[in-house]
């Protein structure tokens, strides 16, 4: 069966490591954060401290709103290729829409 969401390697994700091309991994999913950087209301420095990086601990540590949670679809590019995935990694919380194909 195929999805429509793609997916996405570590490898690849760690390419976008700069502030002017920021991709985090957060439970699972692959998050393209570059335009949203100048508006997180956390600041640009925290999101580029894990750019190219797996965010997901950083990210429920600060107790993110439900709001903070809805606005991330949006920035969903794909999943987590599974043979990268860590076990505990996924979240039902953050496993909203990601259909971008
Ligand atoms: C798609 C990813 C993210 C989205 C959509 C997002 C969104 C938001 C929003 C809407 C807020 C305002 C408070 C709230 O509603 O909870 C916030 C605050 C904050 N975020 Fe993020 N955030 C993201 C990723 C991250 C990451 C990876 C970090 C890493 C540490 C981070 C750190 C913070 C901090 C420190 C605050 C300030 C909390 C405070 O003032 O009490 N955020 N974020």
Known sequence: MSSSVKEISILEVKKHNTP????????????????????????????DEYAGK???KAFDDVGH?????????QYCVGELAVADRKAGGSSKKTNAKCTVA
């Open 65 to 73: 709103s439900s709001d903070a949670v809805e606005m991330m679809a």
């Open 20 to 47: 002017e091309d920021l991709w985090m991994v957060i439970h699972d999913k692959v998050y393209d954060l570059t335009k949203f950087r100048s508006e997180h209301p956390g600041g640009d420095d925290v999101l």
């Open 54 to 56: 797996e965010a997901s």
